[in-house]
């Protein structure tokens, strides 16, 4: 099969390990993939995308990446360690204001060079992609070539990551001796989980891959990510049919919506780090795997012995705001 060429940016495979006390916990074996370490500056699942994306962006000659993103996104800080490692400029748009002081995501990109933009949320629903192809009409100007990255990296190319990502698993678990009867990732943007599924369907449909979106519903991630998968038919030529209502996604667990956490899940999270020394973050996994945990505890997932967990990152979305409350 023809696959699109990568750039080599995350430390992997990344580890798979037992989380031996919660297994116990819920009599059930649960694992997780350590995508939280693809790195330190780049860590997360965005590096992942930004392996393909950041490389069909070099092929097409760009010195200068242009991405968007929540104000604390992670996808935009790894795009900025990203930049700054190959010697490219680096513009964010970010919805929201600029604060007193700059911390987590925001802090970081700020120290590695990257040049922020702050929209308001209204721009950000209406006119964000007018306001990055303006970014690269003036770069272009400056004899600078921009490439456009879309929200969390979350498009056919960046996609990519995660089927590569599903390939490192089927190696990781013929290791292991067995195979997982069901992937659960979070759904935020929905290129992850559509790289995984998409990986999936590929090696003959072997399990159930779960998603737990954390803002919006379950019906439009299902059309989100056939969209995707379509978009990533178009780089290859992969022989699968997409079947919309195939697509599993767990609804029920945004919450407040996205990036604001309910007391539940920040005690969920607070017990987990205290059980595992495992640390999710607010605005995602911990969403994501208090989700799941519900979901088990409910019965509900019982016919899988091993379920893997992917532990997509985020750990600098601990922002003042979201410790306040733990
Ligand atoms: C972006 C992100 C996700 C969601 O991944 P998508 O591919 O956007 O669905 C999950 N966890 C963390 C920590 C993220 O930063």
Known sequence: MKMPERIRLANLPTKIEKL???SQNLGKNIWIKRDDQTGMEVSGNKVRKLEFAVREALDQDCNHLITCGGIQSNHARAT???AAKLGMGCTLVLRGEDGEDREGNLFLETLMGA???FITPEEFEESLDGIMEGIRDDLARDGKKGYILPVGSSNGIGSFGYLNAYQEIEDQERDLGFSFDAIVATVGSGGTFAGLYAGNLLSGDKRDVLGI???STA????ERVCDLLHEMKEYTEIPFVIKEEDI???DGYPGLGYAMSRDEELEFIKWLARLEGLVLDPVYTGKAMYGLVQEIRMGNLDKYDNILFIHTGG?????REGRGRV
Do not use: D, K, M, P
């Open 20 to 22: 031996e006390r919660l």
């Open 80 to 82: 900025a360690a990203v």
């Open 115 to 117: 040049e922020v933009v």
């Open 213 to 215: 979106n954390i803002s």
């Open 219 to 222: 019906e439009y991630f299902r």
């Open 248 to 250: 599993q996604i767990i």
């Open 315 to 319: 750990i600098f979305g601990w922002t």
